[in-house]
Every structure is written in C-alpha cells, then in structure tokens.
C-alpha cells in the first residue's frame, strides 16, 4: 500500500524525534536566536583551532557576529569598508595564499554587488573563499525591499565550483560555518536577521549534501523546505497531521550539491512536493529541486516563496504572512497539490 | 645595469615582442597593443633580477607574485613565461585553442606561473592585496617579521575607470602596504579611443598621492629606469608605491603604435609578416638573417 496511516507514522516520528530535534520545537517558548549568531559563534571556535581562518567585513562587523572574532584575533581581522567588491578580491587573494577566509556581509551587497568578483576572482579559480550573506528574505523586515536579500541563491547556485548552504537554524548555522571551512572550493552560507525558533538539537547530525527528514507523519506529500522557514513547515505538518493529512518535511539545508537521492526518494514515495523557502521562486531551492525532479522523477510541485515581486517594510511575521510564506500558506499548498497527485 | 646586460634585455623583449605576433597570428584572436607596449616591463620584471621565482618550482611560498588586473594583454606574460622556463616555449602557438592552457584571458594556476584569473578589469589589485596580507600575517607570527615575498600588480590606464580600483586604492593606503608595488601601463588608450577622450584618468599622480601613495613615473621602455624603479619602490617602507610607465601602445611595430584600433584585434598573416620584419630588423636598422 502506498499511503500509510498517519498515526503510525506519526507514531514512529514522536518517538525518533528527540534525535534531531530541539525537544521544545512546539512549545510556546522555544529559544528564538538568529542564524547569524551562530555563524559569529562558529567563527570564533574556527580561528582557535585554524590561524588560517580570516574575517573580512565591510563595515558590518556587528550585525554579521564577527565582532568578536575581530577582538579575539585582530591580526587576522580585515575591515574593508564600505567597498564590497575589493573585499571580494582581497579574499581571493588570501585564499590564493592558502588563508580561509569568511567574506561577511549583507547578502544583498556580498554576493549581491560582489557578483562579478565572486565569479571571475573567487569561482573560476575554486579558491576556499567562504561568503557569508546575512539579512537574506522579506524576514529582514522594517529595512524594506533594499535590504532583503532574495536573489542571493540564485546567483550563488548558478556559479560552477559553488557549494550554497542554508541552514534552518542557528545551532545548524554553527555546525555549518565550521563544515564549509573545510570545503576546498568556494561556499555561500545564507543567513538571516532576525531570531528564529532553535529547531534541531546541539548534538543532531549536519553533513553539507545530506538533506534531512525532521519529520514523517504520512506520505501524503512532501514538504522540502530551507533556511528558518523548516520551523514553519513542521508547525503546519503538526497541523496538517490532525487534519488528517500525514506529509513528510525534508530541512534541504544544502542546495548545491543537492541530495539527489533524498529528494528522489521523498518525491517517489509521497508523489508530490511542496518547497518552501524565503527566495524568489525563479531560480530558487524550489528551483533547484524541480531541475532534480523534472530530471529524474516528475511530481507536481507546488513552490512556496516569493513570487517574483519585491517585498516591503513591515514586521517580519506581517511580511511572511503578506507574501504567501506563512504556515497557512504551506498548508493550503501542501492540500493543493494532493489534489495533483497521478494516481498510481 | 652595464650597457651589455641593458642589450640583452632589450633582445630579449624584442623575441618576447615576436613571439606576441606569432601566437596572435596562430589565434586568429586577440589584443596587439597592450602586450607589445609592456614587452619591456615584463622582461625587466622576469630577467631584470627582479622577482623571485624558480619556474621549477612555480608556487613555492617565497615567490614574488605578479597579479596581471588586465588579463587582455596576457600574451607578454605567457611568451615571458615560457622564455622564464616555466612551460614549453612551442606552447606559445596553442594561444586559444581548444583544450590548451594558454587560455584567451589568464586562469588562476592553469599554467605555471599564472598566479591569478584577471580579465574583467579591476580585479587584480584587490587579489594582490589579499596576498600582501596573507604574508603579513604569516610574517607576524614568523621570527623575521618581514614578508616573505613582494607582490607585483601589473594594471592598464583605462582599468582605473572601475570603480572597484579605488576601493583598492583606498585599502592599501589606509594601510601601508609597502611590500605593494602596482605598475601601472600608460598606453593611453582603450578600445573606444584614448583615454583622456573616453574617461579623462589625468592627474594621475595627484590621485595616487592623495590616496597616500608613493608614485614613480617612468619611461616604459627603458629597461635601466624600470629596473631602478622597481628597486626604489623596493626601499619604499613607508606605504604602497605605483610606478606609472609611459609606454607606446603596439611598440616595436610602427603601424600598430598610437593606433587605439590595435587594442583589440590580431595581426593578419601580411600585417604579422611586416610586423614580425620590423622587429628583426629593428625597424630597418639591421638585416635580418630570417630575410
């Protein structure tokens, strides 16, 4: 039989949860923390084992969590200003002379502005420059459209030798930053402004390239979501379950290389998928993973994101709600393309 | 210099200036100004006893670093290479062609002794500067204190219409980076005509000293001023030197100097014929044997 009963899945989810999960996930007071801060706090801990390990900024040295690295290490702090394509170079170049370094910026300015940098200077030479786009998605809020970084997937994933990490949280975010240090080639790790719920555990797994099923109430569909907005796909699979609808939701933190085999795996045994993510649809994760998809396993596919229009100002939760990036929102796409399904 | 190592250095740049004919001609494609106008300071740079390198061991830590920003003129820099040792000279005529590693605009370590991937302009000071750094902070932690290596970055005139230049400008001055050399070609040109038409760079000078820069102004194709300006940037400890080199656009070959069309097209087989006798005979000066 294809479609299990929700409530031995959900069952067997319950009791596998405490694994990888933050055990307060659903309670009302689950820690809130920003992903930069867990990029600022794996930074530090990389430059005490590596005197490779650099930091370059310009002039973002608290909002992106580097300042205390810059106390920390001084020597191998570099303020650049507000010059985001010369920060660019200078990394290629100390990665060139076998230094690591964190580029450590706003999305929207680094890669945003620093594209043609990170293309010729960091990308075609495969030099282990490590970009570190905060303040990424409508999330941002107050700031508006200027500052929230929506592209910044797209024109990472599309670059060869690029390895684009989002991570679903700030302990994840910490795992990461110390992952992609040890990647030769050239990573992208997003991050966001503002404090979002502790979703997984301080001891739960994180490989770069292995997607990871946080929850498995049904096979009904599968919800493949990336960066914070996994906390808003379980909330809505928790929901969806007592409503009779039993999904899988897969935290795709890595969008390239991505997990083939997962998301082939989770699309064949659900038939359908929904991807959520706070990016422009167009070239996004949900992007990348119809491109599997399409490849190897055509399901229908419904895409959670922004659809193709700038956001505004407004508080964060206004503007997730405002643009479709809600839990409302992925329940009613999760039910829509049910409706899609091929019968087998 | 005594004048006999002054001769052959100038025979040297005039084979290098050859060689430059050849493989534009074997390409098909290419830039002719620019690489025959820095023939001169290319062979200053590699034979002059400037730098410090071992094309048997091309990375090793020690090495001067030459960052080439305007990759288009990267054809005086393979033929330098290749006569520096570094790979086959009969590599030279794989200019552009498929599955070759003499590629249209420079590659980060695709051939030994291409230290970095230049072509959109603008970008190489800023790598430059990440090596300047990078042996800094090594030499901080080393016993001596001083960087192992100096590093070189060669710039056209027109390049410094990008923004991302005076970023670099700014960072380096800020900071004193006085193992910095940048060597700037003056050609003044570009492909849209001279420079001081299309985006006036002029005063130069003034520009680099308010961004705290010690400048050296040269004539580009003489190998006793390059190399004396070179070892005076060398003494500079106070911040980053720019030496400026006047050079002529397409040097050597009379029909191509001044010329901003030469920029950025190839010699055809009778013009490379005419180009390649003038340089034998030094403009007429001598016959040559090949006649």
Redesign the interface.
């Known amino acids: 039989m294809r479609y299990t009963s929700c409530g031995l899945w959900a069952a067997k989810f319950e009791a596998s949860m405490n694994k990888f999960l933050n055990p307060k996930l659903f309670d009302k007071d689950v820690e809130q923390i920003p992903t930069r801060n867990g990029y600022g706090e794996g930074v530090v801990e990389l430059g005490e084992k590596n005197k490779d390990v650099v930091v370059l900024t310009g002039d973002l040295k608290e909002s992106t969590r580097v300042e205390e690295f810059a106390k920390r290490f001084p020597e191998r702090f570099i303020e650049c200003g507000v010059a985001e394509q010369n920060m660019m170079g200078i990394a290629a170049g100390l990665a060139a002379a076998g230094k690591i370094p964190f580029v450590s910026s706003y999305a929207v300015f680094s890669p945003g502005r620093s594209w043609d940098q990170l293309r010729v200077s960091v990308c075609y030479s495969n030099l282990n420059v490590n970009i570190v786009g905060a303040h990424t998605g409508v999330s941002v809020g107050p700031d508006g459209v200027t500052h929230q970084a929506l592209e910044d997937i797209a024109i990472t994933r599309v670059l060869p030798n690029m390895t684009v990490v989002v991570p679903c949280d700030a302990i994840q975010a910490k795992k990461a930053t110390q992952a992609i240090a040890g990647i030769p080639g050239p990573c992208y790790l997003r991050l966001t402004r503002e404090p979002t719920s502790v979703i997984t555990a301080l001891d739960s797994f994180f490989e770069i390239g292995k997607a990871q099923i946080l929850a498995e109430y049904g096979q009904d569909a599968a919800i493949v979501a990336c960066g914070p907005l996994v906390y808003q796909s379980l909330v809505a699979a928790k929901e969806l379950e007592k409503e009779g609808v039993g999904v899988i939701v897969v935290n795709n933190h890595t969008i390239k290389p991505m997990d083939v085999g997962m998301i082939m795996k989770v699309a064949r045994n659900c038939g359908v998928v929904v991807t959520v993510e706070e990016h422009q649809v167009m070239g996004g994760m949900g992007s990348a993973v119809a491109e599997v998809l399409a490849k190897n396993y055509p399901v229908p596919m419904e895409m959670i994101g922004m659809q193709d229009c700038f956001g505004e100002s407004g508080q964060p939760e206004e503007l997730l709600e405002k643009y479709g990036m809600s839990v409302a929102a992925i329940k009613k796409a999760v039910k829509n393309v049910i409706k899609r399904k091929v019968p087998s | 210099m005594t004048d006999e190592q002054i001769k052959k250095l100038e025979e040297k740049a005039n084979e290098i200036r050859q060689d430059i004919i050849k493989m534009l001609l074997a390409a098909g494609s290419g830039h002719s100004a620019g690489p025959l106008g820095m023939a001169d300071v290319f062979t200053a740079l590699y034979f002059g006893q400037v730098l410090k390198y071992d094309p048997e061991n091309p990375w090793v830590e020690d090495r001067d670093r030459i ?1 080439l920003s305007n990759g288009h003129i990267c054809p005086v820099w393979y033929a330098t290479l290749a006569h520096a040792g570094f790979f086959p000279h009969e590599e030279l005529l794989t200019l552009r062609k498929l599955n070759g590693r003499l590629q249209g605009h420079p ?3 695709e051939l030994p002794g291409v ?6 302009l ?14 800094r ?1 090594d030499a ?2 080393s016993s001596a204190q001083v960087p192992k290596f100096r590093v070189y970055c060669l710039m056209s005139d027109a390049e410094l219409q990008e ?2 230049n005076w ?2 400008i ?2 380096a001055g800020k900071n004193n980076l006085h193992n910095l050399t940048a060597i700037i070609d003056r050609n003044n040109i570009q492909i849209d005509g001279f420079t001081e038409d299309v985006m006036p760079l002029e005063n130069l000078v003034n520009k680099f000293t308010a961004f705290n820069w010690s400048v050296i102004e040269i004539n580009g194709h003489d190998m006793a001023e390059i190399v004396a300006a070179i070892g005076k940037a060398k003494s500079i400890f106070e911040n980053p030197t720019v030496i400026i080199a006047h050079t002529i656009p397409g040097k050597g070959v009379d029909f191509m100097q001044w010329k901003p069309e030469w920029h950025g097209k190839p010699p055809k087989a009778d013009e490379a014929k005419n180009a390649l006798h003038q340089l034998r005979t030094l403009g007429g000066k001598i016959r040559s044997e090949h006649e």
């Open positions: 960052i590659h980060y370590r230290e970095n991937t230049g072509g959109p603008g970008q190489g000071l800023s790598q430059a500067i990440g090596h300047v750094l990078a042996g902070m901080s932690t923004g991302q970023e670099a700014m960072f």
